[in-house]
């Protein structure tokens, strides 16, 4: 092997474990996060021509990582048609929360008072913790990818419906619907 | 989902009740409220929105709190999903994942005029 290559191996497993815990994030499961894994730097590897080093190596092997996820959650969905219009059709606030003026028919501050608290006090809260996965596990796949995409990678909107496979259109409302779902799952959790 | 939870406090819902078509009629219900501070995270809100947002939380703590409580919502998804990604990878699966690279790149045509060494380090 040519020391290029080593040095080019080197470089791309300094990477690994962050995609691997990337994926992990995204997939909560450890079989299916080194598959992507493997797959994203082996196609990567592959085409390493077309890295144009306007971005960082990590930059890039996340993009490609990104698009195999989709790919990959695309493949596994039954019928992403008819998915997409429930979505899409879903309101905000379809679920009776506001009466006909719009205003509050339930108590959304009702066993919520934990949320009230400063973020750094509420994160050390461990039921709470253990409500927001249970409840970022519950939202569609499709919505967490896009919510995930727009909240913590922290894109622009058009750029996280691409990357969750959203139309833009849809993009906004789907994410106040994210939000929305959350926070009453949330309220659930903590109050049952 | 809605229904196994409280209505409001008594004083809410009286106010609300005289006041609640009125907010309707002018966009500054409760529903309005949430509806643009959840889209007030995707897009700079217009000066409009703005001020009927910021009106209707003068007059409705309830709907204050629920600031509150999206805004920690943001903040502990951000948290879960960091301490998710600091999952570490089995060291097997790295040292085959090195292997696999290895041997693509002993078989890629470029590196046929270059057999790949025993034991570099």
Known sequence: ?192 | MSATLPPPPGDYQRSHKLIGGLLHKHHISCRDSVRLTLLSYDRPLTDKEKIRRVFHLLVCSICRRYTKQIKSLRLLVKRHVADLAKTQPREEFLQSLRQDLFSLSTRSPDQKSNPPTENDG
């Open chain 1, 1 to 192: 092997m040519s020391s290029e290559s080593k040095i080019a191996i080197d470089l791309f497993m300094e990477h690994a474990a962050t995609l691997y815990g990337y994926a992990y994030s995204r997939l909560k499961d450890h079989h299916l996060a080194e598959d992507l894994v493997q797959d994203t730097m082996l196609s990567a590897w592959k085409s390493w021509d077309t890295f144009q080093g306007g971005s960082t190596v990590l930059v890039w092997l996340t993009g490609i990582m990104r698009h195999k996820l989709l790919d990959q959650w695309r493949a596994n969905a039954r019928r992403p048609v008819v998915q997409d219009e429930t979505i899409d059709e879903l309101q905000s606030d379809a679920d009776g929360s506001f009466d006909e003026h719009g205003s509050w028919t339930i108590d959304p501050n009702f066993g919520m008072s934990c949320m009230l608290q400063s973020p750094v006090v509420a994160a050390q809260n461990s039921d709470l913790r253990k409500y927001i996965s249970l409840c970022m596990d519950k939202l569609p796949q499709k919505l967490r990818l896009l919510f995930l995409a727009r909240e913590v990678d922290e894109m622009s909107v058009p750029e996280a419906a691409t990357a969750s496979g959203v139309a833009f259109s849809s993009a906004s409302v789907l994410l106040t619907r994210a939000r929305h779902l959350l926070r009453a799952c949330l309220q659930e959790s903590l109050t049952r």
